[in-house]
């Protein structure tokens, strides 16, 4: 019985201590991501983080122009996209979007069953909006991808791994692309993939569609990435040879660095090995949308079963994996109700909390610990984004652009604080004011679409006399390097889009 009281009543006080991370060791870690983001690049080392160079080395300049259509498969939802670009620069004219969500049981069927489920919501979506291609047409698709690929091309590669939860089978080693081609020629529509790109490369497209000063872009939603301009001077683990003076979009896979440094918890490595991905994705299990909510859960059911925090009985639904969700949690971690009422009500939905169980003293334990799981992810997430900017050698007050996707971004504002808090320990408050987030609505949707165009673009280049003008070959994507590049402007939808950031 001592031991459970004081459990209960300073079982916050351990946990306020071990999800607390250090501004040195905030350091350290992003001092092991660079030193392991370098050995990949030298392309002779290993490292838990791939570094994978995404064959795109031209961005979308606002000079492009026409139809056309993109799938952004993620990790929750995916969605189905058309735009129409107009001929004036940097302009869109019309822009539909529709989401779908993937049922978990579509996370483990043969990758034919998947990718037909999704051709046929794009063939659909066509008909619908009216933009059916015509027999004797080939339209183009961006496919942004969000999963480990080996990049061939623009527009090829092969799937490493999957993650966020997908374990269909005969797709690991296959090429989406092909996959995406052949499921919607069974539908009827035969389509030209342009660009197939990971949603944190179809980010950073659509942010610096509208800054050229964007550098990096970040995905924080289900799953958690980011892929920034590399020198390609420093690719040296390209399937070819790159030319110097150019760069290069690397994805870096940042979900799966893992360094001893990281400090996880009795519940960070209970996690691990009850995923599908054991001793894999540890930054990510950290950090990400998919994970925040059950390593909440993880601590509230040990202080209930050994401090008692709801009396004697343990509900069932606070027992079962995933009964938390990291919007449930974000909302009790932004809960400013009278007396927490809010919080309860989540505990009751969550968990089945009977009434009698639930007192205020036992909602500000709850809520303390939600915060403390997402500040936390927070303060580890800016280590991933100093260590880019320690790279690009941009970490000493140049202005840099950030462009950001997912809905723990977009909803979670502790969440951006502390990412904040934690830039500007790293870094220094100047350095870190000069990085701007900005928030990319349908950023890796609008990317695929933007990259796709971008490669038609590349391989027709022409101004109204039929050949390119001066001042679009003095602004072409990534040719004048990461350091200076010209602000071209960008386009905004006539039409809006979803609400929703990407997942």
């Not at 987030?437 to 990317?447: A, E, T």
């Amino acid at each position: 019985m001592g031991e459970e009281i004081l459990l209960q009543r300073h079982g916050n006080a351990v946990y306020r201590e071990a999800l607390h991370i250090p501004a040195d060791l905030l350091c350290t870690i992003r001092d092991d991501m660079v030193k392991q983001m370098n050995a990949t690049l030298s392309g002779t080392e290993h490292s838990p983080l791939l570094m994978l160079p995404s064959m795109v080395d031209e961005l979308p300049n606002g000079f492009e122009s026409g139809d056309f259509f993109a799938l952004d498969m993620g990790g929750t939802n995916f969605r189905t996209v058309y735009v129409k670009l107009s001929d004036k620069h940097g302009e869109m004219d019309e822009l539909k979007m529709d989401e779908f969500h993937i049922e978990d049981s579509m996370h483990h069927v043969p990758a034919d069953e998947l990718f037909d489920f999704m051709a046929g919501k794009l063939v659909a979506f066509a008909d619908r909006i009216g933009k059916k291609p015509k027999p004797d047409s080939m339209p183009v698709v961006g496919f942004c991808f969000s999963f480990p690929l080996r990049q061939i091309s623009v527009n090829h590669g092969t799937l490493i791994k999957w993650n966020k939860g997908f374990t269909n089978p005969n797709a690991v080693g296959e090429d989406p692309t092909q996959l995406l081609e052949a499921a919607l020629a069974r539908q009827g529509m035969q389509a030209r993939v342009m660009s197939l790109v990971n949603d944190t490369v179809a980010t950073l497209a659509a942010c610096r569609y509208q800054d050229q000063d964007t550098m990096l872009g970040v995905i924080l939603g289900t799953g958690s990435n980011g892929a920034y301009v590399e020198c390609s001077e420093r690719v040296h683990n390209a399937n070819k040879k790159l030319p110097p003076g150019k760069n290069m979009i690397i994805n870096c896979e940042w979900g799966n660095f893992t360094t001893a440094a990281l400090p996880m918890i009795d519940e960070d490595k209970g996690i691990d090995a009850d995923s599908v991905n054991p001793e894999n994705q540890h930054f990510e299990k950290m950090t990400a949308g998919l994970y925040m909510g059950e390593i909440a859960r993880r601590i509230i059911l040990r202080l209930a079963e050994e401090g008692g925090l709801f009396g004697r009985r343990i509900p069932t639904g606070l027992q079962a994996q995933g009964s938390l969700t990291t919007p449930q949690m974000s909302k009790i971690d932004h809960d400013t109700s009278t007396d927490l009422l809010g919080t309860a009500d989540v505990l009751q939905e969550a968990f089945g909390l009977a009434v009698d169980q639930i007192t205020l003293e036992s909602t500000q334990v709850v809520q303390e610990i939600c915060h403390l799981v997402g500040w936390r992810a927070g303060r580890l997430k800016s280590t991933a984004i100093s260590a880019v900017m320690r790279q690009l050698e941009r970490d000493n007050g140049t202005r840099t652009v950030i462009g950001v996707d997912g809905g723990v971004f977009e909803h979670y504002g502790h969440y951006r604080e502390a990412m904040k808090e934690g830039l500007s320990e790293i870094m220094g408050k100047k350095a870190a004011d000069s990085v701007e987030f900005r928030h990319v609505n349908d950023g890796s949707s609008l990317g695929a679409a933007y990259l796709a165009a971008a490669a038609v673009r590349v391989d027709s280049p022409r101004d109204s006399e039929g050949s390119q003008n001066d001042w679009e070959k003095e602004n072409r994507g990534l040719q004048e390097g990461p350091s200076t590049p010209n602000k071209t402007g960008g386009g905004k939808s006539t039409n809006g889009g979803s609400p929703h950031g990407t997942d």
